[in-house]
């Protein structure tokens, strides 16, 4: 009965280790969602570059009061921006990648773990139920061994 128990306790230490993993894969889901948020801001900046970039070539040198030069500097800070978003984005995108890989992993760890446990429950239960039959069966060797023992006596 000892086996029976320790086992039993095996069974519940992999089933809260399921639920750690579970609480990991939940953090990793919200962490991506906020990275996808994250790309989308940074996208919708690198439109707005654009446009104020096209903006720019359109106007005229002199529009606004603004001279060829400073219109040059304001595109070249425009730019470095630009490239510096584009960094950025690539930068979360290998995060991303990074954690989509994690979350694929921590996936196939539960589901092995979850099978695992499947398969030591099917166990336990084959095991009872062998443990039930061989108590019926020395039941009925010791029921057959007394009616013995009457008929010898007798």
Do not use: C, W
Not at 61 to 84: F, V
Not at 147 to 154: M, P, Q
Request: net charge positive; hydrophobic share 30%.
């Amino acid at each position: 009965m000892g086996a029976v128990n320790r086992h039993l306790e095996e069974t519940k230490d992999k089933v809260g280790t399921d639920k750690e993993e579970q609480s990991n894969l939940q953090q990793f889901q919200d962490l991506i969602r906020r990275l996808r948020d994250d790309v989308n801001k940074v996208a919708n900046k690198k439109n707005q570059i654009l446009s104020k970039k096209e903006e720019l070539s359109l106007i005229a040198p002199r529009a606004n009061g603004k001279d060829l030069r400073t219109t040059e500097r304001e595109l070249n800070a425009k730019t470095e921006e630009k490239d510096s978003l584009m960094n950025a984005i690539s930068a979360l995108n290998k995060e991303s990648s990074d954690l989509n890989t994690s979350v694929s992993l921590a996936s196939d760890q539960a589901n092995k773990a979850e099978k695992i446990v499947r398969d030591k429950q099917e166990k336990y239960a084959q095991e009872q139920q062998a443990m039930t039959r061989k108590q019926e069966l020395n039941d009925t060797i010791t029921k057959s061994k007394e009616t013995e023992g009457k008929v010898r006596n007798s």
